[in-house]
């Protein structure tokens, strides 16, 4: 899936898109460039946090605190598809916003079971937490 979706924005973005120099400049394509890498910090982050909740050789399970866990229970899942509609900003493309807008359909789904999972798992999980997009749902 990621190859083919790579290779499509590629190939969008090299041999259909007609971009004038000065775009890349204009107050979009900044916007969108900002979103992305917000996103993929968050992402990141939140990726970093998961990684080291268990110690080596550990078989346990245990909320994720810091950064975005703070306020979604999936930081990850809402660090993915903030990068993907940042992306979709800056490309301005049709292929772009068809790919963030499945990337929310594959991944709020994950993020809102992975929330029923953790409140059902744990007595003393956050209860002012939500699923994937903070404050909201």
């Known amino acids: 899936f990621c190859s083919c979706n790579g290779y499509i ?3 969008y973005l090299a041999l259909y ?3 004038a120099e000065q775009e890349y400049f204009s107050p979009r394509f900044v916007a969108g460039t900002f979103v992305f890498f917000l ?3 968050i992402n990141m982050h939140s990726d970093s946090i998961l990684l080291n909740l268990r110690k080596p050789g550990d078989k346990g399970y245990y909320i994720p605190r810091g950064g975005f866990f703070e306020y979604v229970s999936g930081a990850n899942f809402f660090g993915e598809v903030v990068e993907w509609i940042g992306f979709a900003i ?4 049709f292929p772009a916003w068809v790919f963030a807008v499945g ?3 594959n ?7 992975h929330h029923k999972w953790y409140k059902k798992k744990f007595d003393n999980y956050p209860e002012n937490r939500k ?3 903070p404050f909201i749902w």
């Open 9 to 11: 924005q590629f190939r």
């Open 17 to 19: 898109s007609d971009y």
């Open 39 to 41: 996103g993929m910090a």
């Open 90 to 93: 800056a490309a301005n493309s």
């Open 103 to 105: 990337t929310f359909c």
């Open 107 to 113: 991944v709020v789904p994950r993020g809102v079971q």
């Open 131 to 133: 699923a994937v997009i």
